[in-house]
């Protein structure tokens, strides 16, 4: 279901480029991106928080509807905070889009009631998948009907509104009990996990920013055959994720220890990840010409093969990531995180006259750095629990 469900969403962008062009399609999702800025920063540290206490969200029933209105108290009010913010900027720098982000804001709704982070705590993925099966086939036939560019957003917070409203139905935690939150309790939980929120800020800023930006610095075009390249790549990262998340499960009711990353499961991954980014090199000319509407695009299929590069640090980062996320070291991966988003911006500055060529390197110059700063954190963790145990038995 999952696979197919990017394939329906691979279909789209073909069917959307034949209708409206490349300039429209890269500003619809330049729009949709800036939206979803404001709806990621609206999680505040959920994606985060919701990991490590998912062994009471399983054992405690009451605590689930506690924590799921806590949930929306927070999303609501933060997504509507920074929706207004980036209003205020697409107004001031995309004011001719200002009417598909008009009907882009319902996606907002979509994030803030979508229950995806509680059915992975919860161990019920089957609904996550369901979810983004059925929202993205619903998105792909309305798409099919529509005539105007400006409704493709509305219709995809559609498609997702109508599935997760459907499915909260089905999962039987109480997503639908309703309640108010005392204004002390959502203060407490601001405030003690302020620093998770930095973390997400920056962790959702870097891949949601990159399309706003290469439309403003290069036009709308040039972001819709950046797209193409992404898009790919997401759906390599996000199958990355699924896969090595059973093997270095975020969601783990267990202790996660550095055991877990063995020298044997890093070269399998390796090993792995390289044979993709191999198939990437020979197969990203038909890629792009199959998304582009069966069209040709040399700038596409070069940002493409480069972006690919990437892929071994999917596969790697997971199982570090984790290990940090279990044990709480939230200031290492904030730090992490400012230093790979300072590189990107460095990287981007030098490199912005190679066109979209050169975001896709400076893109892949960051992931490696992170890659670098999380290596080097793990081999002194060992080196220093190494030296404790030798320590302990002399």
Request: charged share 10%; aromatic share 16%; glycine share 2%.
């Amino acid at each position: 279901m999952s696979t197919l469900g990017y394939i329906f969403s691979l279909i789209a962008y073909p069917i959307l480029i034949n209708k409206f062009g490349l300039r429209a399609v890269g500003e619809i999702f330049t729009i949709q991106a800036v939206v979803l800025i404001a709806a990621s920063i609206g999680n505040y540290s959920f994606a985060y928080y919701i990991p490590i206490v998912s062994k009471r969200v399983t054992d405690d029933e009451k605590y689930v509807v506690k924590l799921w209105n806590l949930v929306l108290h927070i999303r609501t009010f933060f997504s509507i905070l920074f929706g207004l913010i980036l209003t205020v900027g697409v107004y001031y720098f995309y004011k001719e889009s200002f009417l598909i982000l008009s009907f882009s804001l319902p996606l907002l709704l979509s994030k803030i009631i979508n229950p995806v982070l509680f059915c992975n705590a919860l161990e019920i993925n089957k609904y996550v998948f369901k979810i983004g099966f059925f929202s993205k086939l619903l998105f792909l036939l309305l798409i099919l009907v529509t005539t105007r560019s400006y409704l493709v957003n509305f219709f995809l917070a559609l498609s997702e509104l109508v599935v997760i409203l459907f499915y909260l139905k089905r999962i039987h935690i109480g997503l639908y009990s309703l309640r108010l939150i005392s204004f002390y309790e959502i203060k407490q939980f601001l405030r003690q996990t302020f620093n998770l929120f930095l973390v997400n800020t920056l962790l959702v800023l870097k891949p949601n920013a990159i399309l706003p930006a290469v439309s403003l610095l290069l036009g709308f075009e040039f972001a819709a055959l950046f797209l193409l390249a992404q898009k790919i790549m997401n759906i390599i990262k996000s199958t990355s994720a699924t896969v090595f998340i059973s093997f270095f499960p975020i969601y783990s009711k267990d202790d996660f220890s550095l055991n877990i990353i063995s020298t044997k499961r890093i070269v399998i991954a390796l090993f792995t990840s390289l044979l993709i980014v191999l198939a990437f090199w020979i197969l990203s000319p038909y890629f792009i010409y199959y998304l582009n509407d069966f069209n040709n695009s040399l700038p596409a299929t070069k940002t493409l093969q480069i972006m690919s590069l990437s892929i071994p640090v999917f596969f790697m980062i997971i199982p570090l990531f984790s290990y940090l996320l279990k044990h709480r070291k939230w200031a290492a991966i904030l730090t992490f995180s400012i230093v790979q988003l300072l590189v990107l911006i460095t990287t981007l500055y030098l490199f912005i006259d190679q066109n979209i060529v050169g975001v896709a390197k400076s893109l892949v110059i960051s992931e490696y750095t992170l890659l670098i700063c999380y290596t080097i954190y793990i081999l002194k963790q060992k080196r220093l629990k190494a030296n404790i145990k030798s320590s302990s038995l002399l």
